[in-house]
């Protein structure tokens, strides 16, 4: 009967080449590696396709447009928006959001837009009376606080001119 001879490492053990310790090692890196291939076959699939970041650009410069004139039309009337507003940081904010959704308008807003959009329209025009009666109003108390200084320093000037 023939005694298989085994290498041994320098504590005595078994160092067997195809032994079980190296079927496992092998296995564990094929795993890896098909793990690694399959992240970057979906990263891959997920990359945006020109198209796609073109239309996310387009969208991004479109919501902040509307941001913006929201901002302009019912909060800040009398403001040169685009004097004050950074447009391109704007369009770079609001990006990731368009792209997330292929540079598309996601099918649940513009469902929510279409069915809501007389609500929406009739939600602008209120707000911007409000904002605008709000600036004609303060302006008018001003002028009335003005116009009441003004009455009080002429009489005051006038008492001391009597005596």
Not at 21 to 38: F, G, M, P
């Amino acid at each position: 009967m023939a005694v298989a001879a085994v290498e041994t490492d320098s504590q005595g053990e078994g160092n067997e080449p195809h032994g079980l310790d190296d079927l496992i090692e092998k296995e564990s890196v094929n795993e890896q590696q098909q793990e690694k291939q399959q992240q970057q076959e979906l990263i891959k699939a997920n990359e945006p396709s020109q198209a796609e970041i073109e239309q996310a650009k387009k969208l991004a410069a479109e919501i902040n447009g509307a941001f913006l004139s929201g901002v302009n039309y019912m909060v800040c009337p009398s403001v040169e928006i685009d004097k004050i507003a950074e447009r391109e940081k704007g369009d770079e904010a609001f990006y990731p959001l368009a792209l997330k959704h292929g540079g598309k308008m996601p099918p649940w807003l513009a469902v929510f837009y279409e069915d809501y959009k007389p609500y929406i329209g009739a939600a602008i025009y209120m707000g911007k009376t409000i904002a605008v009666a709000r600036q004609v109003e303060r302006h008018i108390q001003e002028q009335q606080a003005e116009a009441e200084k003004e009455k009080q320093q002429n009489s005051e000037g006038q008492d001391s001119g009597d005596q």
